[in-house]
């Protein structure tokens, strides 16, 4: 894939701290002619043009009409919708994409209509962000050296997928292809159940200990801060995978309970020693 590519007119649908940051990143490396903020609240575009966002705003999906390149980066609930309202108004043959953390619904969704669709979509996925929200929080250096992944079905064309691919290409990002459901299982183990981990650590703790937590406990539990609503939605949508992975995690968890209970301190060691080489395989 190339690592420069460039549109005319590139919109994107949802100017928050992950579209925010896209825009940033496209105006910093020239990448566009225009970027176009789409949203419902004309007071948070404006804000998001002054933070350096976008070029342009707009309160209306019509909109895109302009666009060469469209981005959704709403949550994972909202995509579905806002895809059929963006493929009513652009120009055959434009180019779609999307940020939600889950793909295999989103996807499958748009392909139950490909023959009468418009556009052209790819999912995808840029594996970075923050429990900060809104274009405040958005940085354009957020996806340099970081993976997105880009989710063709199986009839998406091979030149679409590659252009979506570019797309974060040049935005810095190392990109990987995979079906969407593969995504989706391997996400669960990386991102959602992560989550669930650190919002059930982060209620379990009684509120008269929190004075004594320290970088142990809130690196933790940091991303219990994102907000519940989206959440809601990606575990949601992705019940399957999720589930699977919560019980392999529930399985490792009661094997250290096991270990501890027993006073089994070999074992205990044994299994502290795997979880710390499978961090380490990480680096810092």
Do not use: Q
């Amino acid at each position: 894939m190339t690592s420069r590519a460039h549109w005319p007119v590139v919109a994107i649908v949802g100017v928050g701290m992950i579209g925010g940051s896209i825009g940033k990143a496209i105006r910093a490396r020239r990448l566009a002619s225009r970027v176009l903020g789409i949203g419902r609240s004309a007071e948070s575009l404006a804000v998001a043009k002054k933070n350096g966002c976008v070029t342009d705003t707009a309160t209306d999906v019509a909109a895109a009409a302009d666009a060469d390149l469209v981005v959704v980066t709403a949550g994972v609930g909202a995509i579905p919708t806002l895809l059929d309202a963006v493929d009513a108004v652009i120009r055959p043959g434009t180019l779609l994409t999307d940020a939600g953390s889950t793909k295999a619904s989103i996807v499958s969704g748009w392909e139950r209509k490909r023959r009468s669709r418009r556009g052209r979509f790819v999912g995808s996925h840029p594996i970075a962000g923050s429990h900060r929200r809104g274009s405040a929080a958005a940085d354009g250096d957020l996806f340099a050296g970081r993976v997105a992944v880009v989710t063709p079905a199986k009839a998406t064309p091979r030149l679409d997928a590659d252009a979506i691919g570019d797309f974060w290409a040049s935005l810095g990002s190392t990109v990987y292809m995979m079906p969407p459901r593969e995504h989706d299982r391997i996400l669960a183990s990386t991102s959602h159940v992560p989550h669930l981990v650190a919002a059930a650590l982060a209620a379990a703790t009684p509120p008269a200990a929190r004075t004594f937590t320290a970088g142990g406990w809130r690196d933790t539990t940091r991303i219990a801060a994102g907000d519940p609503e989206l959440w809601a939605d990606i575990l949601l949508d992705n019940a399957g995978e999720v589930g699977d992975s919560m019980k392999r995690f529930a399985a490792a968890a009661e094997k250290l309970l096991a270990a501890i209970e027993r006073g089994d301190r070999r074992r205990l060691v044994e299994l502290l020693t795997r979880a710390k080489d499978s961090r380490d395989a990480l680096g810092s």
